[in-house]
């Protein structure tokens, strides 16, 4: 049974840093794109990027490129999703998403983690 | 990018009747790249469509998916109490992948 199992929620200040985690289990994790949604409080969905742990391949959404890193370990079959310098508008959940191929549909959805950034 | 634009904004409907949600891109999608979710209060999303008209697995088949092109539309045929819901499209075949703003679902 394929699972992604995400980081617990984080409550962090403005200027703070942080990573957060999603561990993919039951399917291959190397050969399988593994992506991240933001989902602001109240607010919609936006795809945010997407990576490639065989060889690390990561693209960006335009509105979240230099905004935040993804990247992977292999070796643990996990994701990451980090911010160096987090802000106020950071505030939401978080999902991580595993798509069957790059030009693919979200068909496993990790449970989410909510990120809270105030003073 | 591609802007998906779903209406109505809110759907108010009874257990038992027919739904229709739409969602319209700002320009072709290509293969039909086009996803149906469901999200439920404090849950994360399911997918229900995919390939504009493919049901995901364990979706009941009062669900479907329909359209190509530009416009796209998700039918709920007999509404259940557990399908009043958010629901959200989203284009798959062209970078960045977006969403629609959202349908909400809400028992009449």
């Known amino acids: 049974e394929v699972q992604l199992v995400q980081s617990g929620a984080e409550v962090k200040k403005p200027g703070e840093s942080l990573k957060i985690s999603c561990k993919g289990s039951?399917?291959?994790?190397?050969?399988?794109?593994i992506g991240w949604v933001r989902q602001m409080p109240g607010k919609g969905l936006e795809w945010m990027g997407i990576?490639?742990?065989?060889?690390?391949?990561?693209r960006y959404s335009p509105s979240f490129q230099g905004q935040v890193t993804i990247s992977a370990d292999k070796s643990i079959s996990t994701a990451y999703l980090q911010w160096s310098s987090l802000k106020a508008s950071d505030t939401a959940m978080y999902y991580c998403?595993?798509?069957?191929?790059?030009?693919?549909?979200?068909?496993?959805w990790g449970q989410g983690t909510l990120v809270t950034v105030s003073s | 990018e591609i802007v998906l634009t779903q209406s109505p904004g809110t759907l108010s409907l009874s257990p038992g009747e027919r739904a229709t949600l739409s969602c319209r891109a700002s320009?072709?999608?290509?293969?039909?790249?086009l996803a149906w979710y469901q999200q439920k209060p404090g849950q994360a999303p399911r997918l229900l469509i995919y390939g504009a008209s493919s049901r995901a697995t364990g979706i009941p088949d009062r669900f479907s998916g329909s359209g190509s092109g530009t416009d796209f539309t998700l039918t709920i045929s007999r509404l259940e109490p557990e399908d009043f819901a958010l629901y959200y499209c989203?284009?798959?075949?062209?970078?960045?992948?977006?969403f629609g703003q959202g349908t909400k679902l809400e028992i009449k």
């Open positions: 998403v595993r798509p069957p191929t790059f030009y693919g549909w979200f068909d496993y």
């Open positions: 039951g399917y291959s994790f190397t050969t399988h794109w």
């Open positions: 320009q072709s999608v290509s293969s039909s790249y």
């Open positions: 989203q284009q798959y075949g062209t970078s960045p992948r977006t």
């Open positions: 990576i490639y742990p065989g060889d690390s391949d990561t």
